[in-house]
């Protein structure tokens, strides 16, 4: 089946400097979406790419779809301690009668003032 | 208030005691689904529902059962609980079987003693 890698498992940083977590699919995926999780909270949806190569930004953040559609990336730009928490791709298999949509195993982020 | 309500919040059972997991949702979504997330393991798909009465299995179905007869709701069926199933369980919802953005509800931690 479908198995979506992400990396790396755990990044800490310092307060200011940068950070990407990495999304790697064994299939061409039809749409990538990426979630945040707070400690103790549950995933929210950040944002959803669809279109090879296309590269989105939210503030900070950066979103890019790869061009063969298997691989994705999140940047965040100078963080900040409002970014801790864990980051989650999900993509679905462009396959005619997928409907799954399956997880990474997330990147934990850990910022230090 | 748009949202997915899961209950209940936390829940500490024995093994082999029938247990129910509700999943309401208030936006009309057709897509509901199960997670659960362990560590180390990300969210793994237990079910998922197209809409009512179309459910399928996900990554982890064993030992869980799922229903969809109104389209709001999508109970999580676990007939006779195991330690292996101690776990953070999810409840998402979507728009469409397409995958737009995921809502999740905010969690039931259940322990199987």
């Known amino acids: 089946g479908q198995q979506v890698m992400q990396i790396p498992q755990y990044q800490h940083v310092q307060e200011g400097e940068d950070f990407t977590t990495y999304c790697n699919s064994s299939?061409?995926?039809?749409?990538i979406q990426w979630y945040k999780q707070r400690p103790g909270g549950h995933p929210v949806f950040l944002i959803q790419?669809?279109?090879?190569?296309e590269v989105k930004k939210q503030k900070r953040l950066t979103f890019q779809f790869g061009e063969a559609k298997k691989n994705s990336s999140l940047h965040i730009t100078a963080t900040q301690t409002t970014d801790v928490g864990t980051y989650f791709c999900?993509?679905?298999?462009?396959?005619?009668?997928?409907?799954?949509?399956?997880f990474g195993k997330g990147t934990k982020l850990s910022v230090i003032p | 208030e748009a949202q997915v309500t899961q209950n209940p919040r936390y829940l500490i059972t024995v093994t082999g005691k029938k247990l129910t997991v509700t999943c309401s949702q208030n936006?009309?979504?057709?897509?509901m689904s199960w997670y659960r997330q362990d560590p180390g393991l990300g969210l793994r798909q237990i079910y998922y529902?197209?809409?009512?009465?179309?459910?399928d299995k996900g990554d982890v179905p064993e030992g869980y059962k799922v229903s969809r007869k109104e389209k709001r709701n999508f109970p999580l069926i676990l007939e006779s609980p195991s330690p292996n199933q101690t776990s953070l369980y999810f409840c998402?919802?979507?728009?469409?079987?397409?995958?737009?953005?995921?809502?999740f509800g905010q969690g039931t931690r259940l322990t199987v003693v």
């Open positions: 998402a919802s979507s728009l469409s079987r397409l995958h737009t953005e995921a809502f």
């Open positions: 299939t061409t995926l039809s749409n």
């Open positions: 790419l669809v279109k090879s190569g």
């Open positions: 999900a993509g679905r298999d462009s396959g005619a009668g997928s409907y799954q949509l399956t």
């Open positions: 936006m009309n979504h057709e897509y």
């Open positions: 529902s197209m809409n009512v009465e179309v459910t």
